[in-house]
């Protein structure tokens, strides 16, 4: 019985580290972005991206958006990115790759409430907070929840 495994006839780009290297490379320079930050903004961003015939990624595009600068910083990191291409009979190839780039914010951050707001005018006075809900939402219920507080100063 032929029991050998096949070998691939173009070898794939290799993270030197392999895949927990790579993990440990984005979140180590992977920055929050401060406008993602301040409106609490968390999710998965996936990126699409191409590796050049000398390892470096030379282009990358987000397929799945958050906004608030996530996008921008994800494209940041991943152009960081280096691979090792293995020699394969002398072919000169790029590679397609798919990554999720994961946004979570830190418990101390994602705990504290938003900070509070003053707008003034000559003859008007607002000030606001935001703050999350502690009221437990229905399992079937994604969105958020949030309580306003407004003081009118007369």
């Known amino acids: 019985m ?23 490379f984005i979140n180590e320079n992977l920055q929050y ?9 968390e999710g998965t ?3 699409f991206f191409i590796i050049g015939t000398k390892g470096k990624v030379i282009e990358a ?9 996530c996008d921008e910083e994800a494209l940041r990191v991943i152009k960081l990115l ?24 830190n418990k101390e951050v994602a705990s504290e409430p938003h900070k509070e707001i003053n707008i003034q005018g000559p003859d008007l006075q607002i000030q606001y907070q ?3 809900s502690t009221k437990p ?3 079937a219920k994604t969105d ?5 507080q407004i003081k009118f100063n007369s």
Do not use: C, D, W
């Open 82 to 105: 280096e691979f090792r291409i293995p020699q394969t009979h002398n072919i000169r190839a790029t590679f397609n790759k798919k990554i999720n780039i994961h946004f979570r914010l």
């Open 33 to 41: 972005p401060p406008e993602a930050q301040k409106n609490r903004i």
């Open 61 to 69: 595009k987000v397929i799945n958006s958050l906004g608030y600068g």
């Open 2 to 24: 032929y029991n050998e495994k096949k070998e691939r006839f173009i070898k794939m780009p290799v993270f030197e580290g392999g895949q927990k290297a790579l993990k440990q």
């Open 144 to 148: 958020n929840s949030y309580t306003i």
């Open 45 to 47: 961003i996936q990126v």
């Open 130 to 132: 935001i703050i999350p």
């Open 137 to 139: 939402q229905p399992a």
